[in-house]
């Protein structure tokens, strides 16, 4: 069973970094490419970065372009998202997702292209 849980969300100041962690389980890492979505209230899930485990490319949304980094620890079997500089409007839902990718080149911030998903963990910047 593919399993992702998510954690190092919590609050933090405007202008501060948090680093969340994204553990999986129950797949090879490296044959799956990752992205991280967040979502806020009312919302559509936006996917922000992702990741192909396999051959290290990234890409970002142009909101967190600079301000966030996508990496992963293949053994560790996790992916992260370091997120610097954060504003208030950063608050929301942060989820991470993955898709089997072996034998393709996923790097996709559409939510239609990941089956797998996590519970989310919440991320608040105070002002």
């Known amino acids: 069973e593919v399993l992702l849980v998510e954690s190092g969300g919590g609050l933090v100041q405007a202008g501060g970094s948090l680093t969340l962690s994204c553990k999986a389980s129950?797949?090879?890492?490296?044959?799956?490419?990752i992205a991280w979505f967040r979502q806020f209230p009312g919302k559509e899930r936006e996917g922000i970065a992702c990741?192909?485990?396999?051959?290290?490319?990234?890409h970002y949304a142009d909101s967190v372009n600079g301000r966030f980094t996508i990496f992963s620890d293949n053994a560790k079997s996790t992916v992260y998202l370091r997120m610097n500089s954060l504003k208030p409007e950063d608050k929301a839902v942060y989820y991470c997702a993955a898709e089997y990718s072996v034998g393709y080149y996923i790097v996709s911030l559409r939510s239609a292209t990941y089956k797998n998903w996590g519970q989310g963990t919440q991320v608040t910047v105070s002002s």
């Open positions: 990741i192909s485990t396999t051959h290290g490319a990234t």
């Open positions: 129950g797949f090879t890492l490296s044959d799956y490419a």
